[in-house]
């Protein structure tokens, strides 16, 4: 059920069920033959039909003939603003080629940002477009979008006003992540520190100042930036009242996420190589782990993230695509899902919370219209569709 489309007049829908992932309640929080009042695309009343109150009786109905209406669906993690493409880069992975390999070759990430820096800010969002359209198509109504292929001032800079004009042509919400540290420039190959405050911190600021950033994020690899390398970055984040998030322990382990959890971080996502202590300092911080296992299925990596050391340690688990056009050239958040179930055995519940309300809690408190309620169970926004 499209939210977008939701006409203005109040009424009722009927002939359903509704997963409301209300805890302790039931699977899923499901309740069977529900009803769910809808007034202007806001939900303002979910429970039983049979409890319906009084005060929308006169409201028309509309039965959905017994669908599963599930919470809209959330995309916490992608880089679907960029230019360019690397299918050249699937060629020689298949042919043995490593990540790291193919980055040190001047490949991945870096070939991206070359190809970023030549287009417009109408380039980018045409580019942008058709990812987003695949991604509505399966019930995505809200994109974290990060930054991180332009590597210099006004590149950035586009990426994220080309991220922020997404809603002017879809039905999307938009949150935006500062991901300036997420590559070292060519020009800094020796000075990944000088690049972070010559380059990195400068244009966050101008970020800032602009409106456009709604928390920053990092690449805390031996490919990308150590934690040490990080952390000016994310001090700089503290003093302007931004969260930070981190791509950490993808590739190695580093501490990255412990160093996301000391700033309380929204989240740290990949986490392939997490370690206990990792997952402690996770689980006492509050942070959400997003897993990502598009990366983990197209770089063929064996190193699954700790579920159940996670599961074990009441760590959120979210689930995003990643959608970027070298690791994980992917726009399908159900397939992320699937994976998520089939290669790392998270179980079905975890994977619709792994793409609302734990994407959610991931996402932050952005991304929210003015005095929208967040009780999933009695009021907030519709699906974008109801799946039979």
């Not at 033959?33 to 039983?48: E, H």
């Not at 006004?154 to 500062?178: C, I, K, Y």
């Not at 309380?264 to 996770?282: F, K, P």
């Not at 942070?287 to 770089?299: K, M, N, Q, S």
Request: some cysteine.
């Amino acid at each position: 059920m499209a939210g977008g489309s939701m006409q203005a007049e109040s009424h009722v829908l009927v002939e359903l069920r509704a997963a409301t992932l209300a805890q302790g309640v039931s699977p899923y929080g499901l309740i069977e033959q529900a009803a769910i009042a809808v007034t202007d695309g806001q939900i303002v009343w979910i429970g039983l039909e049979a409890d319906l109150p009084t005060r929308f009786a006169t409201w028309p109905r509309t039965p959905l003939g017994n669908r599963l209406v599930t919470p809209a669906l959330i995309d916490c993690h992608t880089h679907v603003v960029h230019g360019g493409n690397r299918a050249t880069e699937f060629e020689l992975r298949l042919k043995g080629a490593t990540y790291e390999e193919v980055a040190r070759a001047g490949g991945g990430i870096i070939s991206t940002v070359t190809a970023t820096r030549s287009a417009s800010v109408d380039d980018l969002i045409a580019q942008a477009l058709p990812r987003i359209d695949a991604m509505l198509a399966e019930g995505v109504s809200t994109l974290e979008i990060k930054s991180g292929y332009g590597l210099d001032r006004e590149t950035e800079l586009n990426m994220r006003r080309a991220a922020r004009a997404l809603p002017q042509h879809r039905p999307v919400r938009v949150v935006t992540s500062f991901l300036g540290a997420h590559a070292v420039p060519a020009t800094y190959t020796t000075r990944p520190e000088a690049y972070i405050h010559e380059v990195c911190i400068p244009t966050l600021r101008a970020a800032h100042a602009e409106g456009r950033v709604d928390a920053v994020d990092g690449f805390c690899e031996t490919i990308a930036f150590l934690p040490d390398q990080i952390r000016p970055l994310f001090d700089v984040a503290r003093d302007l009242g931004l969260p930070v998030k981190l791509h950490a322990e993808q590739l190695s382990n580093l501490g990255g996420a412990q160093l996301a959890a000391s700033y309380g971080a929204l989240s740290a996502d990949h986490i392939e190589y997490l370690d206990a202590a990792g997952v402690d300092a996770m689980a006492a911080a509050g942070t959400v782990a997003v897993i990502l296992p598009g990366a983990f299925y197209t770089l063929r990596e064996t190193q699954a993230p700790p579920i159940e050391a996670l599961r074990a340690a009441g760590v959120a688990m979210a689930l995003a695509t990643d959608c970027n056009p070298g690791s994980a050239p992917m726009t399908s958040l159900l397939l992320a899902m699937n994976m998520g179930c089939t290669l790392f055995r998270m179980t079905p519940e975890e994977a619709l919370r792994g793409v609302t309300a734990h994407a959610a809690q991931a996402r932050g408190p952005h991304g929210l219209r003015q005095g929208e309620p967040r009780n999933a169970r009695g009021s907030g926004r519709l699906g974008r569709r109801a799946s039979g």
